[in-house]
């Protein structure tokens, strides 16, 4: 599967954006498609995710009742909804695809196809 992550762009503390990741190629049945982020100079950390073929969400604490993952009914694209930003939100987002998974992971090394990162900044 092929990504490609999209939306990002400078916001006011409390904004909103909203990032797209358009999906093409082949995807499985256990197909868990993620967003992770990389503020500057940190670790990559996970944001959230789905299984692209089922119902079921993981989010990271920091994000929860924040941030909303989704996916479109044409299984195009997965959005990740952000409310209520924070300056701490800020990094580089990026979507990624763990194609044959058994659980939805928050480890990026197990997330084999990469979109390249949308920049997200959150101004105080």
């Known amino acids: 599967v092929q990504l490609q992550a999209s939306g990002g762009g400078l916001v006011q503390t409390g904004g909103s954006l909203r990032l797209s990741c358009a999906a093409s190629?082949?995807?499985?049945?256990?197909?868990?498609i993620g967003w992770f982020r990389q503020p500057p100079d940190k670790e990559r950390e996970f944001v959230a995710a789905?299984?692209?073929?089922?119902?079921?969400?993981r989010y990271a604490d920091s994000v929860k009742d924040r941030f909303t993952i989704s996916r479109d009914n044409a299984k195009t694209t997965v959005y990740l909804h952000m409310n209520n930003l924070k300056p701490e939100d800020t990094a580089v987002y990026y979507c990624?695809?763990?194609?044959?998974?058994?659980?939805?992971?928050?480890?990026?090394?197990?997330?084999?196809?990469w979109g390249q990162g949308t920049l997200v900044t959150v101004s105080s």
């Open positions: 990624a695809g763990d194609l044959a998974s058994r659980f939805i992971s928050t480890n990026w090394k197990t997330y084999t196809n």
């Open positions: 789905l299984w692209w073929n089922g119902d079921g969400t």
């Open positions: 190629g082949r995807t499985f049945s256990r197909t868990v």
